[in-house]
């Protein structure tokens, strides 16, 4: 299903577009054995690391600490280009305000790189918590009534919180054009925050691909 654009209130963003990357970047590959057998369900599941059910691996590139250990605090400069070569154009925009405050905290003696790891890990947790709440609030709905392929508001902010408008693979960079369950559709009926994941077209037609019951229902149907 599509990640449609939608009103997420207030505060959040209520326009995300997700037209295709024209870029004509490669896709990342997902490597051997994506998929493995759920016991006794016929299931296929995906990984997507720790809040999914497979891994999909990647090279990962490295990237250069926040601040240059060799500069004093004085001389300190936010140079966050990443190192590799093919992906010089990411840079990471800190408005003056907060490279500021940063700075002033570096000056006072306070480990920046370890208060930054302590707020990712905090970002980490709230949306595992959130998953878990609308997840159990979604498994009591879809037991009063029939379940359809509209997948709920909520489920698509916390998408959106978790992933921004960028398809959720290691290291893709093109936006997410669709929301995949790595747990068909079909077998669960159901839309668990849990086991969706947003995808760029092209992976989006990986994971299908790799799915074989998935492919032969598509090769009756035709």
Not at 6 to 33: L, P, Q, V
Not at 91 to 117: P, R
Not at 177 to 188: D, G, N, V
Not at 201 to 213: G, Q, R, V
């Amino acid at each position: 299903e599509k990640f449609a654009t939608g009103n997420y209130g207030k505060n959040e963003t209520k326009n995300m577009n997700f037209a295709r990357n024209s870029d004509g970047e490669n896709s990342e590959n997902f490597g051997e054995n994506l998929y493995g057998n759920s016991a006794n369900s016929g299931i296929l599941t995906m990984n997507f690391g720790d809040n999914f059910p497979c891994d999909f691996r990647s090279q990962d590139g490295l990237q250069k600490s926040f601040f240059d250990s060799k500069v004093v605090p004085e001389q300190m400069c936010f140079d966050t280009k990443i190192t590799k070569s093919n992906s010089g154009k990411n840079t990471l925009n800190l408005s003056q305000e907060v490279q500021e405050k940063l700075l002033e905290l570096q000056k006072k003696g306070i480990n920046i790189n370890e208060l930054l790891k302590e707020f990712l890990q905090k970002r980490e947790e709230e949306i595992a918590q959130k998953k878990e709440e609308i997840s159990q609030k979604i498994l009591e709905r879809e037991e009063e009534k029939p379940v359809t392929r509209h997948i709920p508001a909520s489920v698509k902010r916390i998408l959106y919180s978790e992933h921004g408008t960028k398809c959720s693979m290691k290291n893709c960079q093109k936006p997410s054009e669709r929301i995949h369950h790595t747990q068909r559709f079909s077998a669960l009926q159901s839309h668990d925050p849990r086991y969706l994941a947003p995808l760029c077209k092209e992976h989006h037609e990986i994971a299908h691909n790799a799915d074989i019951t998935y492919c032969e229902i598509r090769q009756r149907i035709k």
